[in-house]
């Protein structure tokens, strides 16, 4: 049997648009693809041939997570491997994103940053 992999994570923004476009620039990616999603929202795609995160805004808008993280169920953060993780703060934090937590550990180097949606990422590089 062929060992599983994960192809997909899909959350909730207030505009899947705008938040696509910051994840493109900084990671590179592209738009794999977007269109209607469940009860009249918007989903786009963005990633890699091989994985992708999905942001989907629903038609009503979105509410606000008053839970915060340490409820089951909750997301902590998405971890991104990148080759230059100094190239990447510098995009991360062009977009106004202030970075944080920056470790030097074996087997590589990361950092993590907010974006306006309060989502967290980690960004490592284990070249």
Not at 34 to 39: D, L, S, T, Y
Not at 82 to 93: F, G, M, N, R, S
Request: charged content about 25%; some cysteine; overall charge negative.
């Amino acid at each position: 049997m062929t060992q599983a992999v994960l192809e997909h994570v899909n959350f909730t923004v207030p505009d899947a648009a705008a938040t696509a476009a910051w994840l493109c620039e900084v990671f590179g990616w592209k738009i794999r693809w977007q269109g209607a999603a469940r009860n009249g929202g918007r989903s786009i795609h963005v990633g890699t041939e091989d994985d992708y995160l999905v942001v989907f805004t629903p038609k009503e808008g979105v509410g606000q997570n008053t839970q915060g993280k340490d409820v089951t169920g909750a997301m902590n953060h998405i971890g991104v491997v990148v080759d230059d993780l100094d190239a990447v703060e510098v995009k991360v934090k062009a977009h106004g994103f202030p970075t944080f937590n920056h470790a030097d550990y074996e087997p590589g180097r990361r950092f993590y940053f907010e974006d306006e949606n309060g989502i967290e990422f980690e960004v490592v590089s284990y070249g």
